[in-house]
């Protein structure tokens, strides 16, 4: 196999992987209080919060900057054993694994960049849906899967008016309000 070769099926390969861990493991499984990967949902507080960004990753000792490098050290481990077979697609796999994480940290300590560099991330935190716009270093297995969501006037007006703590804390309530509604079932409402 090519270095180019390699290099585009590990490009693809990370994108499906990322789309499918953050939106299944770190959004389904971190729900929980008592998961692992509940760190993720604290990271996204901090970056409504703060406006994208999350401090944390200026801390490489933080809970969630040790679980994520944790994490990707690991799957970068595992591709030993593939280096074995496939040595360039191995070699490209663990690049794109530290691009993934080098991107997400840039992002989230320069907001700025991110809009310019990641901006469906930047949508995935800031927009009115966080079930959208899984992947973090390209956007391709969002396309793919219908789940890229380019934010309209109303999310603009919608993000200034997140920055505002009175909206923010009110927003959360009828979210609330509107999930328990919806647990109850359809004769509740």
């Given amino acids: 196999m090519t270095w180019i070769t390699s290099l585009i099926l590990a490009m693809m390969l990370t994108n499906i ?23 993720h949902w604290e990271h996204h507080k901090r970056c409504r919060k703060n406006g994208y960004t999350d401090l944390d990753y200026e801390i490489p000792t933080t809970s969630m900057v040790y679980k994520e490098t944790g994490l990707l050290g690991a799957a970068v481990l595992l591709l030993a054993v593939l280096w074995l077979w496939l040595p360039k697609l191995a070699a490209c796999l663990a690049f794109t694994v530290v691009l993934y994480y080098f991107a997400h940290k840039k992002g989230h300590l320069d907001p700025e ?15 009115r849906d966080q079930d959208k716009n899984w992947c973090v270093t390209f956007p391709w297995f969002d396309w793919v ?25 009110e927003y959360d309530r009828v979210r609330r309000e509107i999930e328990l509604d919806k647990s109850r079932g359809p004769d509740h409402i």
């Fill in 113 to 127: 960049w991110a809009k310019k560099w990641t901006p469906w991330h930047h949508d995935h935190h800031m927009g």
């Fill in 145 to 169: 899967m219908g789940t890229r969501e380019h934010p309209t006037g109303f999310d603009r007006y919608f993000d200034k008016c997140m920055k505002d703590p009175e909206m923010v804390a």
């Fill in 17 to 39: 992987v990322e789309w499918l861990v953050h939106k299944y493991v770190l959004h389904g499984w971190g729900k929980s209080k008592d998961s692992f990967f509940h760190y």
